[in-house]
């Protein structure tokens, strides 16, 4: 359950850093809503994971989610850069989120 939980948090945070880029482009009630209500319940989602995980491993691994969803999303809806390196260091992001997760309880 609590993995379910942070992967939740993560795909939050993923949403709350979509909801700041739209909240850029459109200043509205909807999206600052939006914004908060992701983050707030990523933080929630977290902090049920963490009654659980240790905190070092679920904070490594939200913020990889987080950060690896955030460019992801950057690349399909905001024509962000593709470069092959770029693509490269996601790559280690997602690698190394896999790899804390084969080796923790």
């Excluded at 490269?88 to 923790?104: D, M, N, R, Y």
């Amino acid at each position: 359950m609590a993995w379910i939980a942070l992967i939740v948090a993560g795909l939050l945070e993923m949403t709350g850093v979509a909801m700041m880029a739209r909240l850029h482009e459109k200043k509205n009630l909807s999206s600052a809503l939006l914004l908060g209500a992701s983050f707030t319940g990523s933080f929630f989602f977290l902090s049920l994971a963490m009654e659980t995980l240790p905190m070092g491993l679920a904070y490594a691994i939200w913020t990889g989610i987080g950060a690896a969803g955030g460019a992801v999303l950057g690349m399909v809806f905001y024509k962000e850069s593709t470069a092959p390196l770029r693509l490269f260091f996601l790559g280690l992001i997602i690698a190394s989120v896999i790899g804390l997760k084969l080796v923790s309880p």
